[in-house]
């Protein structure tokens, strides 16, 4: 079955805000200090007017050994952003521009 829909958003983000108690052996991104960085995204994110670009906040992506970590489709870009000014690289190239930003794009494999 092929379906046809209409494209809701240019870029979707799936931000992983999970959060599991201190020590545990997983760890989570929330505790590698991604909740300002999510908050920052969506400040940025609405700053722009991107309207065109959604964006939530998800449980575990399941590499919490690599987080903060964020996706981006319809791409499929695993981003691991550590600063404010990562936040901003990411939304002026890929989220306003559509080029994505090598240096912080994850390679992941299971």
């Given amino acids: 079955m092929s379906l046809d829909l ?6 979707h983000v799936f931000c992983c805000a999970q959060q599991r108690p201190p020590g545990h052996p997983r760890g989570s991104c929330a505790a590698k200090n991604a909740h300002p960085l999510w908050e920052q995204l969506g400040q940025r994110i609405q700053a722009k007017g991107l309207l065109d670009v959604g964006m ?11 987080g903060p970590l964020m996706v981006v489709y319809p791409e499929g870009l695993w981003y691991r952003p550590e600063t404010p000014a990562d936040i901003d690289e990411i939304v002026d190239s890929h989220l306003v521009n559509n080029t994505p930003v090598e240096r912080l794009v994850m390679v992941l494999t299971r």
């Avoid at 209409?6 to 870029?11: A, L």
């Avoid at 449980?59 to 690599?66: E, I, K």
């Fill in 6 to 11: 209409p494209q809701v958003f240019r870029h």
């Fill in 56 to 66: 939530a906040w998800t449980g575990c992506l399941g590499f919490c050994s690599a």
